[in-house]
């Protein structure tokens, strides 16, 4: 058995995305701060309606998967296909684009804090024009390991941990074979210790979003994504104020990434493909 360390510290920048809606990205910052498979993490936090009001209007996407998590507010997922869905504390949208999706997500509060993560995951070339999918995950779906120090809420994967095993409602069949994606949010008590086990040769990474960890003695930065090397166990340390932290791991895929705003596939050629596709309303019909 081998344990996984820090390798590198991707930090999170201010910027706007939608209609101007504040947040910090770290992966995806630039095109060389990605994680095959994962393209981009997107936090988003405020209290000030000022920063997340106008939301995403109607937007197209191809190629790839959006996951989105709620921590509190609420937004409402519309599109193409008919689909409504109420993003509520929480709860998860898990999108996959496929050869296309036109959709918006606009907040249903005036109002109050609005946090959350947008994790986008790549697509292999063998599924990048699949059709659009959509589901809606209610928080109560999400299962929880309690353990003792902790709890892990597992949004995708299966963690198997003194002597009890969970499933998160994507896992197996419901979506991404491709990558197999671990998505797990952990909460660890103030000075607490815990190993969980991740799939050797998943690329992996995790992203301190309050609280105080360190990984083999290494103090994991705030708001920053944590890349990890490579081994089938991490383990965490919390500080003082205890840690809530997110863990992220998924086979690579291996392939060129070609990417223009929403759009992401494996070559330039298909860029322009799906631009045109796009301008001609040609986007989301089906193959």
């Known amino acids: 058995m081998s344990t996984r360390s820090l390798q590198r510290i991707i930090p999170s920048v201010a910027t706007a995305d939608g209609a101007g809606v504040k947040l910090r990205r770290s992966l995806g910052s630039s095109q060389f701060a990605r994680l095959d498979p994962f393209l981009m993490l997107d936090e988003f936090y405020s209290d000030n309606p000022n920063d997340y009001i106008a939301g995403f209007p109607s937007h197209p996407h191809r190629g ?3 996951v989105t998590y709620m921590l509190d507010g609420r937004m409402q997922h519309k599109d193409h296909l008919g689909n409504t869905g109420d993003l509520a504390p929480g709860s998860v949208q898990w999108m996959t684009a496929g050869r ?9 509060q005036s109002e109050g804090r609005m946090r959350g993560f947008q994790l986008w995951l790549n697509l292999p070339a063998a599924e990048k024009m699949k059709p659009a999918d959509y589901r809606d995950i209610p928080a109560a779906d999400i299962p929880e390991l309690v353990f003792d120090g902790g709890r892990v809420r597992v949004i995708a994967g299966t963690l198997s941990l003194e002597g009890e095993r969970v499933a998160g409602p994507v896992n197996g069949g419901e979506a991404s074979l491709a990558t197999d994606p671990i998505y797990w949010d952990l909460h660890l008590d103030p000075a607490r210790e815990v190993t969980l086990p991740l799939t050797r040769g998943h690329n992996a990474f995790i992203y301190l979003y309050e609280g105080q960890a360190s990984i083999g003695g290494q103090g994991v930065p705030h708001r920053a994504a944590g890349v990890l090397g490579d081994g089938d166990r991490l383990n965490l340390v919390s500080g003082s104020d205890g840690a809530r932290l997110l ?5 690579p895929i291996n392939e060129p990434v070609a990417q223009y705003g ?8 298909e860029i322009e493909q799906a631009l045109q596709d796009y301008r001609d309303g040609r986007l989301t019909e089906a193959v």
Not at 247 to 251: E, F, P, Q, V, Y
């Open 64 to 66: 790839f998967e959006t």
């Open 247 to 251: 863990i992220l791991a998924g086979r």
């Open 100 to 108: 296309g999706v036109i959709h918006s997500e606009m907040p249903r």
């Open 262 to 269: 929403p759009f992401v596939m494996n070559t330039r050629e």
